[in-house]
């Protein structure tokens, strides 16, 4: 359904400047109404499937996402949500809106939304980014949160360096600076942590004010 | 905070005009295909700029095949690279394929009869997220 309409779209033989922007948008807007998935990252090959687990001091929880292409993925997570002793199941989909690639770099943007299965008054939506060279990574992320307690935001920055250039296969470290703040304590936490990644396993770890953030992906 | 927040801002942005002007790779366009090569055939390996170790190294163990070296844009990781992989080996007439994640190239080891068909490449590459702006052949 929704590649039809994106095929619908992106027929539309409108000269209007930056009009495949606008198709993007409605695009996204359309796949978010029409299947009342969301949120997350990453989005990942044509057919490629990914599992995630995260953890902080907030929440725990467990994602499945598929990519039926490299331009979005849908999929399932499962929440223990610690700050307001909650239990759900998030429908979510991400959806890259745009990507530049060159030699050296990839640059994407991302609108990602998730709502919860247990309630419609609980979701979630926003946009992240990032840019990236084998050396260098930046990333930024801004999500709305609305549940039946709180509506809240969460903003994060990320910066990272890799220590050294691996080739295809080998370990790949990155060295990381996290930065992120919601509007429930409002106060930026800023702390290091490390990324670790091989072939199809990636791993993240850091550690504020005694509490683990934890992320865990596989793709496949 | 709001300081480390304005040089966060100022380091991305600053980095991302650098970068991206060094690729020199116009607007945002997806399938940027400025520096596409013309194809080419060798026996000898000779005429690429493909390191001749590496890719003595990549056909160690191939005898009578073609060997398709393909220019990436975008493959900046290895988690990058690896879906391109996956989907190649699921092509029977592919051999083997290696990676160069540090010159940004991907080596397709195709049967000899088979027919090279870039835009199929292509298609293949952007169904990972990357771009295929280049390619030579390279017979062993």
Redesign the interface.
Known sequence: MNKQLYVVFTSLNVNIPYMGIYKNLIFATMLFMLSDLAQSRPVSWAGGSTIMYRTNSMMSSYTFHYSPTYKYSIGAEYVNDRYFNNHFINLRSTYLLDRHNTKISQRNIYLTGGISTKTNQDFSYGIHGDWETRRLFSSFSLINKHTKEKDYTENEFQLGVAPYLGKYDDIHTWVMLKAKKNTINNNWEIYPFIKLFQGDFLIEVGSKNSHWDVHFIIRY | ?NK??VM?MV??VS??SA??K????GH???N?ES?QHSADESVNGSDTAFPEKMFSEFTSDLANVQIVIV?V??M?????????E??LYTDDAVKKV?????L?KVLIAYAPSTKVDFEEIKNIF??????ATGYIIKKI
């Open positions: 905070m480390i927040l966060f380091f991305t980095s991302v970068m991206e060094s690729g020199g790779h945002g366009s997806h940027d520096h220019d844009n975008g900046v990781c290895d988690f990058c690279a690896r879906g391109i996956k989907v290696g990676v160069s994640l540090e940004g952007l169904s990972n997220g990357q771009n």
